[in-house]
C-alpha cells in the first residue's frame, strides 16, 4: 500500500505524513511549494515537486510509484484571498481536484481521501454542528471545499472509489517546534504576532450571544487531527467496497476567543488586555462540531487539549520568529 499526499510538504500535510509513515505505511508527497517546506518531511519521504493541475506528471507519478490511495490536501486556504480571488480558488480547488480524480480513476486506485474544512457549512445558528447540518457556506473558500465533496463522492461513485471527506475545524499547535504553522492567519498566530510587535491582541466583537460576548470555536491540535487521517486512511484500506464518508473532525468543545487570549498571555508570559474591535463580518457566533460520527466510524477521538496546542504553537513560533 502506498498513498500518495498532495500538499504534503505544508503545515498540516507534513504532520499527516509524519503520522502515517511512523505507523508504518509507505507515504509519497506531491507539492508545489508555494506554501510547502522540503525541511518538514522525513529523510525517507519521497518529495515530487509539481501540481495537481498537472495530469501528466500525475499519471507519471501514480504508475511509478504504484500508488493505491491518495490523501489530497492540496489547496488554497485563506478566506480573505478567496474573497479577492475566486477564479483562482475554484481553478485551484476545484480544478486541480477534478484533474487528480481524473488520474486516479485511469490508475484504478480505489481509496481517496478528501481535506475539507467547517467553512462548508458557513454560519449555522446551532449549538453543535453535525454532519447533518445544512451547508451554506459564506465564502469562495467555502464553495469550493463543498463543490469538492460533491466531486469527490461523485467520481467514487463512478469509478467505485471509496472515499472519505473530513471537515476540520479550527486547527492550530505542533507536534515539534520546525513543524509549526508559520502563516499568519489564524488566531493563536495572529496573536503572537502582536505580542512579538509589543502590540496588544485584538478581539473583534464582544457583544455575540456568547457567555462572555466573544465568539466561540472548536479548536483542534494538528497532530489530532493528523491521527485522525491514519484512522480514516486504515479505514478505507480496511472497509473493502466502494463507499463515502463525510465526517467532522474537531474536539466537540467550544472555547472562546478571550478564553484563547486568556490562555496565549499565560504560556507566553504577555498577558496584556486585548483590544476590542468591531465585528469582522461574517464571524458566526458559535461554531462547534460534534465529534460524534468521528469516534463511531473511525475510532478516533482528540485527546489533546487546548493549552498544549498553544504551548506547542509558541515553541514553533519561538523557532521561527525569534
Not at 525517507?44 to 500525475?58: A, F, H, N
Not at 481524473?102 to 454542528?129: C, H, Q
Not at 460533491?150 to 471509496?162: E, F, M, P, Y
Not at 463525510?246 to 467550544?254: L, S, W
Amino acid at each position: 500500500m502506498t498513498w500518495l499526499i498532495t500538499g504534503g510538504a505544508g503545515y498540516i500535510g507534513a504532520h499527516v505524513a509524519r503520522a502515517m509513515t511512523g505507523a508504518g505505511e509507505r507515504v509519497l508527497v506531491l507539492d508545489d511549494l508555494s506554501a510547502g517546506v522540503p525541511a518538514r518531511l522525513p529523510a525517507d519521504v519521497p518529495l515530487v515537486r509539481g501540481s495537481s493541475l498537472d495530469g501528466g506528471l500525475l499519471k507519471r507519478v501514480l504508475a511509478e510509484h504504484a500508488v493505491t490511495g491518495v490523501v489530497h490536501l492540496a489547496a488554497r486556504k485563506e478566506v480573505a484571498e478567496s474573497v479577492a480571488q475566486p477564479t483562482r480558488y475554484y481553478q485551484e480547488n476545484v480544478g486541480g481536484l477534478a484533474t487528480l480524480l481524473e488520474a486516479v480513476a485511469e490508475a484504478g486506485i480505489d481509496r481517496f481521501l478528501f481535506s475539507s474544512s467547517a467553512a462548508v457549512y458557513g454560519n449555522p445558528d446551532v449549538g453543535l454542528i453535525t454532519e447533518e447540518t445544512p451547508c451554506a457556506p459564506v465564502n469562495p473558500y467555502g464553495e469550493t471545499k463543498l463543490a469538492g465533496e460533491w466531486l469527490v463522492r461523485a467520481a467514487g461513485q463512478a469509478h467505485g472509489i471509496s472515499t472519505v471527506c473530513l471537515r476540520y475545524f479550527n486547527v492550530a499547535g505542533a507536534a515539534a517546534p520546525e513543524l509549526a504553522d508559520t502563516g499568519v492567519f489564524n488566531i493563536v498566530p495572529m496573536v503572537f504576532d502582536r505580542l512579538t510587535r509589543d502590540e496588544a491582541p485584538r478581539i473583534f466583537g464582544d457583544d455575540y450571544p456568547t457567555p462572555d460576548g466573544t465568539c466561540v470555536r472548536d479548536y483542534i491540535h494538528v497532530s489530532d487531527l493528523a491521527e485522525a487521517h491514519l484512522a480514516a486512511a486504515r479505514r478505507l484500506s480496511d472497509g473493502g467496497g466502494a463507499g463515502d464518508l463525510t465526517v467532522n473532525i474537531g474536539r466537540g468543545e467550544g472555547v472562546s476567543v478571550r478564553e484563547m487570549v486568556t490562555v496565549i498571555g499565560e504560556v507566553t508570559g504577555d498577558r496584556r488586555p486585548a483590544v476590542v474591535e468591531p465585528r469582522r463580518p461574517g464571524d458566526a457566533p458559535v461554531s462547534v462540531a460534534s465529534a460524534a460520527l468521528a469516534a463511531e466510524a473511525l475510532g478516533w477521538s482528540a485527546r489533546r487539549g487546548v493549552r498544549e496546542m498553544i504551548e506547542s504553537a509558541w515553541h514553533g513560533w519561538q523557532l521561527h520568529h525569534g
